[in-house]
């Protein structure tokens, strides 16, 4: 086995001390500076510094007053961990559930504070230790909870992976103090044990604080992915997310999938608009989508193609299935029953139908198609379904 190298433990606390303090200001300017996450952030910031604190703290006992180096040392740990567990839920946006560590680390701080800090200190760090690593756990399976819902399940694993071999390294703390009562556990002693452990948790600190930051980076990037890809007001995916998905539509046609498209728009918008006002219109093309979005299957695109035109990428179907869709998007935006200032104002819309083929050169040409149809529908009095001839 590789010997570790040989470091008295008060170097290795202090190294470790230093990276709380250095993540603690990475996560603050993370808050404060770039705004990324900033109630998470500034809760890792906090968590850091406690952690910093608790570690510094318990390497002055026997040279600061004990209420500070022996309970303050303890509860400033348990906050830290209680701390970590408020902060992954808010980095995915979820209300964390702040009553069960509260009322762990405050039931742990009393149960401290009632025993005498004299002699044998094995039951402090059982409680100590027993209360971090459920704080720990339960970070660590909201974190996977968290990471699953988008991405696989041995990558999320992987993600979290972190967090469960902290919560492992303070179960083995606890199982020391549990298996030798007599030996009052101290994490500034020299043994082999306690320096396996510092080593351990000095690059345990470094990794959990980059999966922290990697976890923030991933939701900053599904952040500005939807942000490119889909229209603010009516969240239908936006032009250019449209024409990507027909282009590779487009492409599988030449390998014998077929595909139609829909083309949307408003019936007398600019009336509705110059009557109620723009905020009306606004609402309107909301409802619209709202009205279309259950007419259309999962594998469905919905798109904005600009103002009140919209379009419905319909992959392997064919005309008469892309016209029955059209029909039912034109009976349920004519139920929907938009109102604007209590007042009821009918919504219809007019739909053009083009079926892909072999003989378009590209989707651009299937849409001129669809909007060829979605003229004519107009030109018929609108509140129509027009299909385009090949
Ligand atoms: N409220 C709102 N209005 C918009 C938006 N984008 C475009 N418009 C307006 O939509 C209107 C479109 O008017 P027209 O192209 O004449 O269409 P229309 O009144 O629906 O007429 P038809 O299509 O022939 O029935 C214009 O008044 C635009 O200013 C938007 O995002 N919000």
Sequence with gaps: MMPLPATDPETLLAAIVLVFFFAAVVWWLFATGMRVTPRASLCLATANLLLAGALGTHALRGLAPDLLSYWGSDVLGLLGFGLLCVAVPWISDETPRMAWPALLVGAAALALLLMPYE???????????????????????????????????????????????????????????????????????????????????????????????????????????????????????NRRALAEAMDHEHARLQRGAPYALVMVDMDRFKQLNDSHGHAAGDAALQALVQALKPC???????????GEEFCALLPDTGLAGALLVAERMRVNLEACGFSWDGKTCPLTASFGVAEASLADASAEQVLMRADRALYQAKAQGRNVVQASGA
Excluded: K
């Design 296 to 306: 259309v299957r999962a594998v469905d695109r919905l798109g904005r193609l600009g």
């Design 119 to 237: 002699g044998d200190l094995h039951r402090h760090s059982m409680v100590v230790y027993a209360s971090m690593s459920a704080l720990c756990l339960s970070s660590a399976c909201n974190a996977y909870r968290l990471l699953r819902q988008r991405v696989r399940r041995a990558l999320s694993a992987t993600l979290a992976a972190p967090l469960f071999i902290v919560t492992g390294l303070l179960l083995v703390r606890l199982l020391e103090a549990w298996l030798a009562p007599g030996v009052t556990p101290d994490i500034r002693a020299s043994s082999s044990f306690n320096i396996a452990w510092l080593w351990s948790t000095l690059a345990l600190n470094l990794v959990l604080n980059a999966t922290m930051a990697f976890f923030v980076l991933m939701r900053l990037i599904l952040r500005i992915q939807r942000l490119t890809r889909r229209d603010p007001l009516t969240d239908a995916l």
